[in-house]
């Protein structure tokens, strides 16, 4: 691939380092056929890769310039070299098939730009037999083709995948960073913004979407007020929503993992205000609740349900039987006294 010796304008904001380290690798001309970014869910995977996509086809002195047509195509998601291909409506995976496709598609030279860019956004949900088919491309990737893998659980990657790929790692952003990207790129004012940030948990992305879709906010409202009732409810009643979270589990994984983090950082508030303190607590807007709800219950019942889950997750992740999971959970979950 050329090099490419003009500065890089990136869509993608923080992580200095792997803009750095891809920055780099493109003035030289030394970019790697196939990459991994590795991090949490919207923390912007799929803009840095849809950042280089740009970048190996854009067609202005400055890549990527957003302006021409090639940016602009992809962009809008139209450019004929530039493929994303995830789990399918009707599977749970990302098949064989659709690799096959892409290999077809590969063999090909672009249509329209200088290079075919592949992004697998979700590469744990490859398939045993199309992350197999997936590694004889890696090991003999075809020219100018570049292929992106996004994951936000590396563990559930096949690891001979992992090894054929340049890995770049995407932490969670600082919270300040987040807030500051909000005011002043966004024109978001103080109060939510310092919301939006600490509830991303330094993920950029979905902060910017809940500035954009208010229904994110107001989900999160019905799910801690479900949290917060929890507390106060009999077993008759947990026992019912353990069988509604087993049931979405059977339907969205990935729903059910937001809402167990959702739950690991409440109670990782009510330590820090048991704890005498309040800088660090996510959700400031439930301040007052949690301070009400760490008076009624004791260090050691918050750190034991902390850990129970945590072995929750781990429980899932062995795939263990959700609705059992969810139950032994509701059971140990501590009830708040009457004050």
């Not at 087993?246 to 059910?256: G, I, L, Q």
């Not at 795939?319 to 969810?326: D, E, I, K, Q, Y």
């Amino acid at each position: 691939m050329a090099a490419v010796d003009r500065s890089v304008m990136w869509q993608f904001m923080g992580h200095s380092r792997a803009r750095t380290l891809l920055s780099r690798s493109l003035e030289a001309g030394q970019l790697s056929h196939a990459y991994l970014f590795v991090g949490p869910p919207h923390v912007g995977k799929l803009t840095l890769a849809l950042d280089l996509a740009r970048a190996v086809n854009c067609q202005a002195d400055r890549v990527p310039c957003g302006e021409c047509a090639a940016c602009r195509r992809i962009a809008e998601g139209n450019h004929s070299d530039v493929k994303i291909i995830g789990r399918e409506e009707q599977h749970k995976v990302i098949t064989i098939s659709q690799v096959r496709e892409m290999d077809n598609d590969a063999s090909l030279p672009p249509f329209e730009g200088r290079c075919k860019v592949f992004i697998f956004d979700g590469a744990e949900l490859l398939s045993q037999d199309a992350a197999n088919r997936l590694l004889k491309t890696l090991e003999e990737p075809p020219s100018n083709v570049l292929i992106i893998l996004l994951t936000s659980r590396e563990k559930d990657v096949l690891p001979t995948i992992i090894s054929r790929c340049q890995r770049v790692e995407l932490p969670p952003l600082p919270i300040d960073v987040v807030r500051e990207t909000l005011t002043e790129r966004y024109m978001i004012d103080d109060e939510k913004a310092e919301l939006l940030a600490r509830v991303s948990g330094g993920c950029l992305g979905w902060a910017i979407q809940a500035t954009q879709d208010g229904g994110l906010l107001e989900e999160r409202d019905r799910r801690l007020n479900a949290l917060a009732g929890l507390v106060h409810a009999g077993l008759l009643e947990r026992f019912t929503y353990a069988a509604e979270l087993a049931n979405r589990f059977s339907k969205s994984r990935e729903d059910v993992e937001e809402l167990l983090s959702l739950w690991i950082q409440w109670w990782r508030d009510l330590l820090i205000l048991k704890c005498g303190q309040s800088g660090p607590v996510t959700n400031v807007d439930r301040l007052s609740v949690l301070s009400g709800q760490a008076e009624t219950l004791s260090t050691e019942q918050i750190v034991g349900f902390i850990r129970r889950l945590q072995d929750a997750r781990k429980y899932l992740e062995q795939n263990a039987n959700p609705r059992l999971v969810f139950e032994v959970l509701m059971l140990n979950m501590p009830q708040e006294k009457p004050s």
